[in-house]
């Protein structure tokens, strides 16, 4: 905990930045619980909801006591009547989308482009890649979670 802050806050992180990301608004208020009857806060096992600034809501279901050959990420959005489920970032399917139903690629979680697109930004300048305050937001919000596993109530986003 003292050196990363544990897989919630090192990793789930980045689901967070995801939803918000898909919302295109900050995080409100975070409420996490976890597997066990008294999980530590560095807990692998957990479930995180998220209530955002616009009404949006997101989970993230985080879990490390799954089998193997499952996969290890599955990403769902749902809106306007429409689904559409990404499996370990190679699969997407669409519901509910006129003219689309599927698409197959390689693996890519988009790291490549992103230092491609730091290194051209701070050569040339431009926007941050991720807003600043949505950073923070983020941060924040995976604090939030922690504490909300300790407190067993929602946690306010400030």
Not at 37 to 65: M, R
Not at 100 to 105: A, G, Q, Y
């Amino acid at each position: 905990m003292e050196t990363g802050g544990g897989r919630i806050i090192g990793e789930a992180c980045h689901f967070i930045d995801l939803i918000t990301f898909f919302t295109g608004s900050k995080v409100k208020s975070v409420c996490m619980s976890a597997l066990g009857v008294n999980p530590e806060e560095n807990t692998d096992n957990a479930c995180i909801l998220l209530k955002y600034e616009n009404g949006d809501q997101g989970v993230i279901n985080y879990f490390s006591n799954g089998n193997k050959g499952y996969s290890k990420e599955r990403v769902e959005v749902y809106s306007q009547e429409k689904v559409m489920v990404l499996d370990n970032f190679r699969v997407l399917k669409g519901f509910g989308t006129k003219g689309f139903s599927s698409l197959k690629t390689k693996l890519d979680k988009g790291h490549k482009k992103q230092f491609q697109l730091l290194i051209e930004r701070s050569k040339s300048g431009g926007a941050a890649l991720i807003p600043f305050d949505e950073l923070v937001n983020t941060t924040k919000a995976s604090f939030a979670a922690v504490e909300s596993l300790k407190t067993k109530q929602w946690v306010e986003v400030k």
